[in-house]
């Protein structure tokens, strides 16, 4: 009888996918907060009914906790959720300025990027924020844990949840991520790319493993190298950037979205760090460049990416990709667009070589060997010996509402990795969200946030005096 009740409670246990125990370890725990900011003031009053009607079913696990079976073995349980423990509401002094109250958001944001999430319910919070910022009228922020699913499985399940503000029964739509190619694709073309991609492969390969296990980058002003840096306070800034400006300097420059992205990121942070030391300018530095490996053609409904053998499955599907960051010289000072053309170098070759497909195996090897909480550690030591990393999602072209609130923008952040640095960013509504994470009190988020924006105009003025490229 005892046997009969043991296998029933066992088939209401899904197992964790590998890279949901890597998230969700004794040594590595990585939560995201959504930041959705409102247009008018919050009216909370549809907050359950929401959760309720349309957050919940969305996907099993936001009514699941973990467990741990025989041998250790994590499970997600189905229990009852009381939503009312999910909800957060604070209260701050009435009548106080905008100032006043965009200190207390920056406050609660690295109260919330401290606390762990509770581990006797499902591991996601609702906080709502009732009082007006410089940026918006009132903040709703979404804390999950990241073994919940990655950014895209997230951000999926987001939007189920918000509609189009002009026509709430049209799909929102996203910008296009055709990029084309402009290499040889002849017979001849592709054997000597075959063999470069070989060499690149054991090269970037190799290098991975010194990085992730001995090789460590140089403390700078931007790499603190203290034991425990994931359990210390965190500050977030944000900042903006037109993404037509975005397009118009890639149409420019021949390159890809992302190669602009992470060369403006660079670029600006080589800049901070020889403002802060002039030494530091040449320090060995390294970002980790977040890689969603999905084939994205845009998102799909959460439906389809809960289907056993679907092509934009939910989970986490990212890797990393190591790209170091140039020295900042009297040549780079003089032409910014070299930071453009180095990232992009480098992540078309560690694109082209298959050193995230050997990784991927690597960390099977280990947690089939080793188990999870050893694989958790590589992870863990792959972003300690780091300095920076780096991750963006592209969100709606349209406005979004909540209930038929207007959303005036968003971003997201990740707190819980053992770096002082991480920049995350989001594309909404013709402009790029940008925000910036950094161990509080090491970092100067007010001098990052300006060296940022000067790399961007930087980067956009020496692209747009370049000659127009010509059509072939």
């Given at each position: 009888?005892?046997?009969?009740?043991?296998?029933?409670?066992?088939?209401?246990?899904?197992?964790?996918?590998?890279?949901?125990?890597?998230?969700?370890?004794?040594?590595?725990?990585?939560?995201?907060?959504?930041?959705?900011?409102?247009?008018?003031?919050?009216?909370?009053?549809?907050?359950?009914?929401?959760?309720?009607?349309?957050?919940?079913?969305?996907?099993?696990?936001?009514?699941?906790?973990?467990?741990?079976?025989?041998?250790?073995?994590?499970?997600?349980?189905?229990?009852?959720?009381?939503?009312?423990?999910?909800?957060?509401?604070?209260?701050?002094?009435?009548?106080?300025?905008?100032?006043?109250?965009?200190?207390?958001?920056?406050?609660?944001?690295?109260?919330?990027?401290?606390?762990?999430?509770?581990?006797?319910?499902?591991?996601?919070?609702?906080?709502?924020?009732?009082?007006?910022?410089?940026?918006?009228?009132?903040?709703?922020?979404?804390?999950?844990?990241?073994?919940?699913?990655?950014?895209?499985?997230?951000?999926?399940?987001?939007?189920?949840?918000?509609?189009?503000?002009?026509?709430?029964?049209?799909?929102?739509?996203?910008?296009?991520?055709q990029s084309k190619d402009g290499g040889?694709?002849?017979?001849?073309?592709?054997?000597?790319?075959?063999?470069?991609?070989?060499?690149?492969?054991?090269?970037?390969?190799?290098?991975?493993?010194?990085?992730?296990?001995?090789?460590?980058?140089?403390?700078?002003?931007?790499?603190?190298?203290?034991?425990?840096?994931?359990?210390?306070?965190?500050?977030?800034?944000?900042?903006?950037?037109?993404?037509?400006?975005?397009?118009?300097?890639?149409?420019?420059?021949?390159?890809?979205?992302?190669?602009?992205?992470?060369?403006?990121?660079?670029?600006?942070?080589?800049?901070?760090?020889?403002?802060?030391?002039?030494?530091?300018?040449?320090?060995?530095?390294?970002?980790?460049?977040?890689?969603?490996?999905?084939?994205?053609?845009?998102?799909?409904?959460?439906?389809?990416?809960?289907?056993?053998?679907?092509?934009?499955?939910?989970?986490?599907?990212?890797?990393?990709?190591?790209?170091?960051?140039?020295?900042?010289?009297?040549?780079?000072?003089?032409?910014?667009?070299?930071?453009?053309?180095?990232?992009?170098?480098?992540?078309?070759?560690?694109?082209?070589?298959?050193?995230?497909?050997?990784?991927?195996?690597?960390?099977?090897?280990?947690?089939?060997?080793?188990?999870?909480?050893?694989?958790?550690?590589?992870?863990?030591?792959?972003?300690?010996?780091?300095?920076?990393?780096?991750?963006?999602?592209?969100?709606?072209?349209?406005?979004?509402?909540?209930a038929n609130q207007p959303i005036k923008?968003?971003?997201?952040?990740?707190?819980?990795?053992?770096?002082?640095?991480?920049?995350?960013?989001?594309?909404?509504?013709?402009?790029?969200?940008?925000?910036?994470?950094?161990?509080?009190?090491?970092?100067?988020?007010?001098?990052?946030?300006?060296?940022?924006?000067?790399?961007?105009?930087?980067i956009s003025k020496a692209a747009l005096?370049?000659?127009?490229?010509?059509?072939?």
């Amino acid at each position: 009888m005892h046997v009969m009740e043991f296998e029933v409670q066992e088939e209401v246990l899904e197992p964790m996918s590998p890279s949901a125990q890597y998230l969700k370890s004794s040594v590595l725990s990585l939560t995201i907060l959504g930041v959705l900011e409102s247009e008018d003031p919050i009216d909370d009053s549809m907050t359950i009914p929401l959760l309720k009607d349309v957050f919940l079913p969305i996907n099993p696990r936001f009514s699941s906790i973990m467990v741990t079976g025989k041998k250790g073995v994590k499970k997600w349980k189905k229990v009852e959720v009381n939503l009312q423990e999910h909800v957060n509401i604070p209260t701050f002094p009435s009548g106080m300025s905008t100032d006043y109250y965009d200190e207390c958001f920056t406050d609660y944001l690295t109260k919330l990027g401290m606390e762990q999430l509770p581990q006797n319910r499902p591991l996601w919070e609702i906080h709502i924020l009732k009082y007006p910022t410089k940026n918006a009228a009132g903040n709703l922020i979404f804390k999950l844990h990241h073994s919940l699913g990655d950014g895209y499985s997230l951000m999926g399940a987001l939007l189920s949840c918000l509609q189009r503000l002009d026509n709430p029964l049209m799909p929102l739509t996203f910008p296009s991520r055709q990029s084309k190619d402009g290499g040889n694709h002849t017979l001849l073309g592709r054997v000597p790319r075959f063999f470069t991609g070989l060499l690149h492969t054991a090269c970037d390969f190799g290098w991975s493993l010194l990085k992730s296990s001995l090789i460590k980058d140089d403390k700078s002003p931007i790499r603190s190298g203290e034991d425990g840096v994931e359990f210390r306070p965190i500050v977030t800034t944000t900042t903006a950037f037109s993404i037509d400006q975005i397009r118009e300097i890639k149409s420019r420059l021949k390159v890809t979205v992302n190669d602009v992205i992470t060369g403006i990121i660079i670029y600006g942070t080589r800049l901070y760090m020889q403002k802060r030391s002039e030494e530091s300018g040449k320090a060995n530095s390294t970002a980790l460049v977040l890689l969603n490996t999905r084939a994205i053609g845009g998102y799909k409904s959460v439906d389809e990416m809960t289907k056993p053998d679907s092509e934009m499955p939910w989970g986490n599907r990212f890797a990393f990709l190591q790209v170091p960051v140039p020295k900042l010289g009297a040549a780079e000072q003089e032409n910014p667009l070299k930071f453009v053309k180095t990232a992009r170098r480098m992540i078309k070759r560690q694109r082209n070589s298959a050193t995230v497909y050997l990784t991927g195996q690597l960390l099977n090897v280990v947690r089939k060997i080793r188990g999870p909480e050893t694989t958790a550690r590589y992870i863990h030591g792959t972003l300690k010996n780091t300095s920076m990393a780096i991750s963006n999602l592209i969100g709606p072209v349209e406005q979004m509402a909540l209930a038929n609130q207007p959303i005036k923008g968003l971003y997201f952040v990740v707190a819980g990795a053992p770096q002082s640095l991480s920049v995350t960013l989001i594309s909404y509504v013709r402009k790029l969200r940008i925000a910036m994470t950094m161990e509080k009190g090491f970092i100067d988020p007010n001098t990052f946030k300006s060296c940022i924006e000067y790399a961007f105009e930087a980067i956009s003025k020496a692209a747009l005096a370049s000659p127009t490229p010509s059509k072939s």
